[in-house]
């Protein structure tokens, strides 16, 4: 079974950093991978997608790379913002079907005014 | 841009009763995914369909079942709820399998 983890699992950073979350996977296995962000008791929000063929993909301050075969992905954020805060969750479907998700722990990102 | 509807939001129930949760995908939206996402968790994926059909099946116990209509729309039908069973339960969905899955804003349950 596919086990994804993200490190850290906690990270505090104060406003205007850059910063970098990852996330690391066992099975290089993978159709695509999928960074959501998650703010308490909500939904999940996607935030970018990236094909298994495509080494990374951008939207606004956000970065997303993909080396399938390590099995790792990193989310770069620039010039972070307090509305930043929230956990962070990347998801990977396996290759043979790309419908379910196996998600990552989460990292919980506070960005401190 | 219309997102995924889920309803009800909260739910309150006792041991052993049933629960509906619908969910109502995104406009041409034909896969849906079923997630449960218990307290501290991450998500874990229990049921997905495809144009109807179920094309994955996850962690979903036996007294749960789901469904996908013909306007796409879908129900997570749980039974005999026990305490364990409380947690967010999050629908998404996408345009074909393999594809981005978009979120909806999750259904609350809760079981006395």
């Known amino acids: 079974k596919q086990e994804v983890t993200q490190i850290p699992a906690a990270l505090s950073v104060p406003e205007g950093e850059n910063l970098v979350l990852n996330c690391s996977f066992t099975?290089?296995?993978?159709?695509?991978l999928q960074w959501f962000r998650q703010d308490p008791g909500k939904g999940l929000t996607s935030l970018l997608l990236i094909q298994s063929s495509q080494r990374e993909q951008t939207s606004g301050r956000l970065n997303a790379s993909l080396d399938k075969s390590s099995g790792r992905s990193t989310l770069y954020i620039a010039a972070s913002q307090p509305g930043d805060s929230a956990t962070y969750l990347c998801a990977v479907p396996p290759e043979n079907t790309g419908n379910q998700f196996y998600f990552g722990t989460g990292t919980s990102l506070t960005v401190i005014p | 841009a219309a997102g995924v509807i889920q309803s009800p939001r909260h739910l309150i129930k006792e041991k052993r009763e049933t629960a509906t949760l619908k969910c109502y995908p995104i406009p041409r939206h034909d896969t849906v995914y079923w997630y449960q996402q218990g307290p501290g968790q991450d998500p874990q994926f229990l049921i997905s369909?495809?144009?109807?059909?179920?094309?994955d099946k996850g962690s979903i116990p036996d007294r749960f079942s789901a469904q996908q209509f013909s306007d796409y729309h879908s129900e997570l039908n749980m039974s005999s709820l026990e305490l364990g069973d409380s947690a967010l339960y999050f629908c998404?969905?996408?345009?074909?399998?393999?594809?981005?899955?978009?979120f909806g804003p999750g259904t609350r349950l809760t079981v006395l």
């Open positions: 369909f495809y144009e109807k059909m179920q094309s």
């Open positions: 099975d290089s296995a993978i159709y695509n």
């Open positions: 998404a969905s996408s345009a074909g399998p393999n594809n981005e899955q978009f």
